[in-house]
């Protein structure tokens, strides 16, 4: 046989085998098993070491292990094979945005849109990664692109109404909502966001129909349980961690905005006034503090002058993101607040805030002695309630937080070894037209 066609015969049947090999491979990958998938791709890259789809889908392997640097470095190799493969920009991007970074992500699927225009999945991508960045002109100028190509695009229409939730579009919500479910009326997702909707509406009869509508269909969901009870009027003992931290979550990146610009926040601001009184002058400092349920820092911004150590905690990964970045805290924690005061050493505080956290917590009973334990001896627990009246404990209310009463802290603070040193109302924020009624209260360690 010519040598030419000896050549020409081996490449068609490498090219064959290569063939097969891809195909087996992909197979084992949609199956889930990972490891005969990879051996696959690598037997291709061995022949062919620049063989574009054996890159892509060893990469996407490697995501699937929680390998997120090496599948970006083999995603990267079949870009640069195939550098016009809008899939493998797609793809790129989604382990760049679920690695945590967005800011990656943005000029990969702005590359896939290029490529393929038509994809409305790229452009819901593209939008959800503006949104977590804070733009929402732009995460909303994505998702109507999405629905000018498929209206009824049910994750963008389920997505636009939790942008007009988020800024207070409530009516626009409703109806994207609606249209969401006249897609799919089996979704309890967004069943559930279109009973946070008309809660927020206060439409609180509706909303319970459409949690209750939410649980039928998923029974799971612990905000939905926790909000049906709360608009029931069904006080719980708490909130679920799950609840907390998806509603932190959602909010982290407009919660200042939202919260001091709008509604005119300023517990912060009297705790710092508080301690000022009690630890006067700029050279007096307390040696150590804890920050419980801290947020995006506003409390610890405040009080950073006043300690030589502070400590974040919070169930929000987002929420501590946001306090990341102020610098203000010595060491940032992903807990719940008595979780971390468990395995806290006894005596170990100066001084513990927590600014409208109780508000989320409810019963104290367990809360309280942890916080007597890790105060040192003459140590100050500084907090603030929404005020309930009367001498009933606390209350569950139709917003999923709790009031709670003077007489339940000053009972259970005495039962921890803990004096009342300050309680005075303060207004919390704006509540529509009114002002949220709040306890700032001080107690010290006997």
Known sequence: MPAQTESASHGVNLEMNISALLSEAKAAHREGRL????????SILDAQDDHADALHLLGLVAYQRGQGKRAVTLIEKAIAAAPNNADFHFNLGKVHKLQGHPDLAIPCYERAHRLAPKNPGTLLNLGNCWRLRGDMRRAERCYRMALTLDNNHLASLNNMGTLCRGEGRLEEAESFYRRALQVE???????ENLAKTLTDMGRLADAATAYRRTLKLDSSRETATHMLAAIEGRTTETAPEAYVRQLFDDYAARFEAHLVGDLGYSIPTLMRSWLDTEIPGERERLERALDLGCGTGLAGAALRAKVGWLQGVDLSAKMLAEARQKAVYDELTEADAATFLVASPAAAWDLIIAADVLIY????????????RCLKPGGRFLLSVEEQEGEDGFTLRPSGRYAHSEAYIRAQAAKAGLSVSLCRPVPLR????DTLKGLLIALTRD
């Open 361 to 372: 917590i409810g019963a104290v009973d367990r809360l309280m002695p942890e916080i007597g």
């Open 430 to 433: 704006k509540n529509g037209p």
């Open 185 to 191: 009326e089996t979704s309890p997702a967004v069943w």
């Open 35 to 42: 490891e005969q998938a990879e051996r696959g791709y690598r």
